[in-house]
């Protein structure tokens, strides 16, 4: 394994674009292969996870079954299922084709290649969607560049990392709840307002925060 990376360090960049696969790859078919499947694994599994979700919720509002069903296989359904292909077909072309770049797999390429996959999000026809998509990038790549600097020695990591995380990504949400609610679907909301906020100093606190 360590002299087929050193082989493939040798080559250029038009030579390492021709192999079919890199030694840093983790896939066991070639890029292409994977790619492909990458992109019908997402383009399944988004149709699948929207027309179920649709079709529950059209099933609960109108008790009708031709209704649901119709609602299930919409446009709506085909252009989710196209935005969540995109995502991880982009993320693999980027990845394996910095890998020959580089010649390298750090935690780099993860990063870059995250960042520019996030450029699917303009395939979604819905603003809050994209917007979602485009907070949870920024939280992996924050979270794999702190990754990535403990791995050059840069600074440690703490322990509590994973909690410090979480607590980063309630208040991330809390914020979006509160001051751009304009990112959440207006059912989710509306839920949560009816639910969650459990005294008036919540509102005053939500109307001081949009202010």
């Known amino acids: 394994m360590e002299q ?3 082989d493939f360090k040798k080559k250029n960049i038009s030579e390492a674009f021709k192999c079919s696969k890199t030694p840093f790859c983790k896939h066991e078919s070639t890029c292409i292969n994977a790619i492909i499947a990458a992109f019908g694994k997402g383009l399944c599994s988004g149709a699948l996870l929207k027309g179920v979700i649709q079709l529950v919720i059209s099933l609960v509002r109108t008790r009708s ?3 649901a069903f119709k609602d ?3 446009k709506d359904t085909l252009k989710f299922a196209a935005f969540i292909a995109l995502l991880p077909t982009i993320y693999k072309i980027i990845n394996c084709s910095l890998r020959r770049i580089r010649k390298t797999d750090d935690n780099l390429n993860p990063v870059i290649s995250g960042i520019v996959s996030s ?3 303009i395939a979604d026809p819905y603003d809050y969607r994209r917007k979602l998509i485009i907070y949870y990038v920024f939280a992996r790549a924050f979270d794999t560049s702190v ?3 403990e791995d050059h020695k840069s600074w440690k990591v703490p322990e509590s990392w994973p909690i410090i995380l979480n607590c980063i990504m309630v208040c991330l949400f809390l914020y979006l709840f509160y001051s751009d609610s304009g990112c959440l679907p207006e059912y989710m909301y509306n839920y949560i307002s009816n639910k969650v906020l459990l005294s008036s100093n919540d509102s005053k606190f939500m109307e ?3 202010k």
Do not use: F, Q, Y
């Open 72 to 74: 299930a296989v919409s």
């Open 4 to 6: 087929e990376i050193k």
């Open 208 to 210: 001081i925060l949009r």
């Open 65 to 67: 079954i031709g209704t």
């Open 119 to 121: 450029t699917a999000a």
């Open 147 to 149: 990754n990535c600097s």
